[in-house]
C-alpha cells in the first residue's frame, strides 16, 4: 500500500504560476513509475506528467514548456512546477504511483483554479 498526499492547488490568476507537491508514505524508489493526472468538470482524468524509475519524462502536449515534474528520492516527494497557467488548466490534480507489481495508487487530488 502507499498513501499520497498532494499539496499546493489553489487559485491564480492566468499567468501566474503554481507548485503542487506529493508525499509517498514509502520509498518512491519503489515506483514503476509516477505523475500528475488531471481532470476537469465533465471530462475524463488525463494524463499531465509522468516519470519512470528510468527517469524517462513525458509530458501531454498542452503543458509542454510550461510544466516541469521533478522528483526528490531522498524526500518521498514528486512536484510539478506550473508556469504561464490558463484557465484550461483548471482541474482537480491527482498523484499517481504504479509499483513494480504494477498496482495504481491516487491521492485524493488537489484543485486548481485558473481564472481568466
Known amino acids: 500500500q502507499v498513501q499520497l498526499v498532494e499539496s499546493g492547488g489553489g487559485l491564480v490568476q492566468a499567468g501566474g504560476s503554481l507548485r503542487l507537491s506529493c508525499v509517498a508514505s514509502?520509498?518512491?524508489?519503489?515506483?514503476?513509475?509516477m505523475g500528475w493526472y488531471r481532470q476537469a468538470p465533465g471530462k475524463q482524468r488525463e494524463s499531465v506528467a509522468t516519470?519512470?524509475?528510468?527517469?524517462?519524462?513525458n509530458y501531454a502536449d498542452s503543458v509542454k514548456g510550461r510544466f516541469t515534474i521533478s522528483r526528490d528520492n531522498a524526500r518521498n516527494t514528486l512536484d510539478l512546477q506550473m508556469n504561464s497557467l490558463k484557465s484550461e488548466d483548471t482541474a482537480v490534480y491527482y498523484c499517481?504511483?504504479?509499483?513494480?507489481?504494477?498496482?495504481?495508487?491516487w491521492g485524493q487530488g488537489t484543485q486548481v483554479t485558473v481564472s481568466s
Open positions: 514509502r520509498s518512491i524508489f519503489s515506483a514503476r513509475a
Open positions: 516519470i519512470t524509475t528510468g527517469d524517462s519524462i
Open positions: 499517481h504511483f504504479l509499483d513494480l507489481g504494477r498496482h495504481n495508487y
